[in-house]
């Protein structure tokens, strides 16, 4: 090994140690891993691929080649090299690809590799990660070059699952532990972002939801508040089954939910409400034998600049006081009651 290589690894090696011990975005941390392979092998690019290895199914990922970088996941496939080294729980070693079974694979036609090294990430005894690098050029790679991706496999392992450990237990922070959405405070820091947004120009107008159980402490009072708990948690899934992934829903406290429609106005909104509004009241709650159905009470208002979070609030819960008064079970916009300024 050459005095200039061996010094490159040495100084990657410290690097890998240093990174280990610094908690960071799991993106972030990837990154990170393929950048190292790069330094520590100097090929053409490397990837790391995230995998269930139960459901072989294919999660989060990072490369170093420009042209995968925002789809890592495109040429994943079964029997491929990733679903081998998973299976396996082996290395992989391919000097000369058209020589391989791998050859006829459109990665390999479309990314020009002529040669690549692929080792499986295992912790506790499972493979979570696939880590590679490859070589664009004819290449034999070397005992001791696996030996080095096999080391940063075994440094990344430790390094994903303490950021996995951290994402975790900050998720416990920003989640309600009986329905599973997110609490205020994590809702109350995207409305508050969402405003300093629009305040700066950006033009776009979303909708936030109050809904309210409608006597809902007479659920607790005829069959305790064990059931009381399930019917929470049963008007949480369904407002998490009829929003959209950008959309953030959170429990306000007791029986009382927000709902931030991403880029829905204050109309939009209203139909969005009546049909989760439709989903609760329609379909009987049945424990055992008990059945019972429930109706709630929703207020809408726009999010939009100009407006700042505590007049959101003002008149999300207006509106949905106004709701209540007209007899309950219903929806309500605030601009039916506050005229636009």
């Known amino acids: 090994m050459e005095k200039e290589q061996l010094r490159r690894i040495l100084k990657a090696l410290v690097k890998i140690s240093q990174d280990i011990n610094t908690l960071k ?82 990665f390999v036609k479309e990314s020009g590799v002529y040669s690549f090294m692929g080792t499986p990430i295992i912790h506790s005894e499972k493979v979570i990660a696939v880590l590679y690098t490859f070589s664009r ?21 430790v390094a994903i699952n303490n950021v996995r450990l951290y994402e975790k237990i900050n998720e416990k922070s920003i989640k309600d532990e009986l329905t599973g959405l997110y609490n205020y405070i994590y809702l109350k820091t995207i409305l508050e972002r969402e405003l300093e947004k629009l305040n700066k120009g950006q033009e776009k107008v979303s909708s936030l939801m109050h809904l309210d159980l409608d006597d809902f402490s007479e659920v607790n009072q005829h069959y305790g508040v064990k059931i009381g708990d399930e019917v929470l948690k049963y008007v949480a899934f369904i407002v998490a089954s009829n929003i959209r992934k950008i959309d953030v829903a959170a429990r306000y406290g007791g029986d009382e939910f927000l709902i ?11 139909l969005h409400a009546e049909k989760i509004l439709n989903k609760i009241r329609l379909e009987p709650i049945t424990f055992g034998k008990i059945k019972f159905t429930i109706t709630a009470s929703i207020g809408v208002t726009s999010v939009r600049k100009n407006k700042d979070l505590d007049t959101i609030m003002k008149e999300v819960d207006i509106a949905l006081l106004e709701a209540k008064r007209k007899g309950k079970n219903g929806v309500e916009l605030a601009s039916s009651i506050f005229r636009p300024e």
């Not at 050029?137 to 392992?157: G, I, S, V």
């Open 137 to 157: 050029k004819p290449r034999t790679f070397t005992p001791e070059e696996l030996e080095l991706l096999k080391f940063l496999a075994e440094q990344a392992a």
């Open 25 to 106: 975005p799991l993106e972030v941390l990837l990154g990170q891993i393929v950048r190292l392979a790069d330094t520590l092998l100097s090929t053409s690019y490397s990837s790391i691929i995230l995998v269930d290895e139960e459901t072989m199914q294919w999660t989060r990922g990072a490369t170093t080649d420009p042209i995968h970088r925002e789809n890592i996941h495109k040429y994943v496939r079964d029997r491929g090299a990733t679903y081998t080294i998973v299976k396996t729980r082996k290395p992989l070693v391919v000097n000369d690809v058209t020589k391989s079974e791998f050859g006829g694979h459109p």
């Open 260 to 270: 931030f429609l991403d880029g829905i106005d204050e109309y939009e909104g209203k």
